[in-house]
């Protein structure tokens, strides 16, 4: 994101995400350093939560106060440790990633987050590592591969504890969900087959805010 606000292709969305950002908690150095190199480094950075969105995350966690949560997807690993920072004592996020090339860069980041203790790292699928896990979870952030999310809603919700919430990243799609010219793009589909799935789930509450590229917080209420 542009910080200078003078830059060609600098928009009131810029502005109103710099006026964000400076108005909610800042980014501590470690986050600063993994969203700097995850742009660097990485093909697809933008897959990075990044302030924004990181600090709902955080605050989420706060209020939910999950004692086990699961995250699928990890990416570089923004996410998890803003969710890893603000659990409560005894807390513990188990985060999957699928692409064994990230381990090493994922590790160097949370091996350097005073809340590595918190965190257990699992390489693979998550549709076959989390049945492995024998847990059930108060907390669940879905930001993992869009054509597989229906998949995942049918699996995660059978180890989401009554009461727990599911957060999944990407439901608007950059608004493709809306937009004719993707009814046969695969990931919109799925997304959208994913947000069909829930609004019509009779086990759960659902709310929808336009944070980034849409986050859907989805509430077990059996």
């Not at 600098?10 to 909610?24: F, P, Q, V």
């Not at 699928?72 to 996020?93: D, K, M, N, Q, W």
């Not at 919430?165 to 990931?187: F, I, R």
Request: glycine share 8%; with cysteine.
């Amino acid at each position: 994101m542009s910080t200078s606000g003078q830059g060609i292709g600098y928009t009131g969305e810029d502005r109103i995400e710099e006026y964000i950002s400076a108005h909610i908690q800042p980014e501590s150095s470690l986050l600063k350093r993994i969203y700097r190199e995850t742009n660097l480094k990485m093909l697809n950075p933008r897959m990075a939560s990044g302030h924004i969105q990181g600090r709902l995350i955080s605050m989420f966690v706060s209020m939910i106060r999950p004692q086990m949560v699961l995250e699928v997807g990890t990416f570089t690993g923004y996410a998890t440790l803003c969710i890893a920072e603000s659990l409560p004592e005894g807390g513990r996020v188990h985060t999957i990633e699928i692409d064994d090339e990230l381990e090493d860069f994922i590790r160097k980041g949370f091996d350097d987050s005073p809340f590595s203790d918190r965190i257990i790292l699992h390489i693979g699928d998550a549709l076959e590592t989390v049945p492995g896990l024998g847990l059930m979870f108060d907390m669940i952030f879905l930001d993992a591969e869009k054509r597989e999310y229906p998949d995942y809603y049918n699996v995660l919700m059978d180890y989401l504890k009554p009461g727990g919430y599911m957060l999944a990243d990407n439901t608007l799609w950059d608004g493709h969900v809306v937009d004719s010219n993707y009814d046969s793009d695969p990931q919109t589909v799925a997304v959208k087959r994913f947000n069909d799935m829930a609004a019509a789930d009779g086990r759960v509450e659902v709310a929808m805010i336009p944070v980034r590229d849409g986050l859907t917080i989805i509430r077990k209420t059996d």
